[in-house]
């Protein structure tokens, strides 16, 4: 089957890399012998959808039936609004594309069952992008209180404080899901014990460079 991938990263930080999302979706197509047709990359917020101009060529190619299958690595890279992903996946799947999340392969499923797991799922994303932005907020408003300076840079953050949280947040995630889901739970642990926006993305390039 031609798929199409798409990947995107907030342009909020720099430090995110598509990259971390690609390698995991092109495995995913090795693995179950899809063909690539094209790779579509976005630098924007989820609701920014005057950046977000691949999704917009996407939508285009998906209408002329260049693919017959979309692949994103997590519902959240695609959507974070449960009304946008409900009729964004309706337009697909009416011009017979498959919409694949890799992470969550249940949301692949035809039919009621597939579209009730998929507004569950969407509904989630949306519940998480709210939980983030509310704990982000809540833990400067921590910081400020005990008199934390805002604006250090992250890379201040001694590299065994990421290790030590990339290792709770491993224990946390469940065996059976991607490895690299464990990048976005320590991201979340940081933010919450510095009071900084630490991303997956920034997390992954930290690790990998070891310091």
Not at 84 to 110: C, E, H
Not at 150 to 171: T, Y
């Amino acid at each position: 089957m031609k798929v199409a991938l798409y990947a995107r990263v907030s342009t909020r930080d720099k430090n995110q890399d598509p990259e971390v999302q690609l390698m995991e979706l092109r495995k995913y197509c090795q693995e179950n012998g899809m063909e690539i047709t094209r790779e579509y990359i976005d630098h924007a917020s989820a609701n920014d959808f005057v950046r977000r101009t691949a999704w917009k060529q996407l939508l285009v190619d998906a209408s002329a039936r260049k693919f017959r299958g979309l692949l994103v690595w997590k519902l959240d890279r695609a959507f974070r609004d449960i009304t946008v992903a409900t009729s964004s996946v309706k337009m697909l799947r009416n011009a017979g594309i498959d919409f694949i999340v890799t992470t969550v392969p249940v949301l692949s499923v035809q039919g009621p069952a597939g579209d009730l797991m998929f507004n569950i799922y969407a509904a989630f994303a949306q519940f998480e992008k709210d939980t983030i932005i509310e704990r982000v907020n809540a833990g400067l408003s921590r910081a400020k209180a005990k008199g934390k300076a805002f604006g250090r840079p992250r890379k201040a953050i001694d590299f065994n404080k990421v290790l030590e949280a990339h290792e709770i947040a491993c224990s946390r995630v469940n065996r059976i899901t991607k490895e690299n889901q464990g990048y976005s739970e320590t991201a979340r642990i940081l933010s919450e014990q510095t009071g900084l926006r630490i991303t997956a993305g920034w997390v992954y390039n930290r690790l990998k460079a070891g310091n």
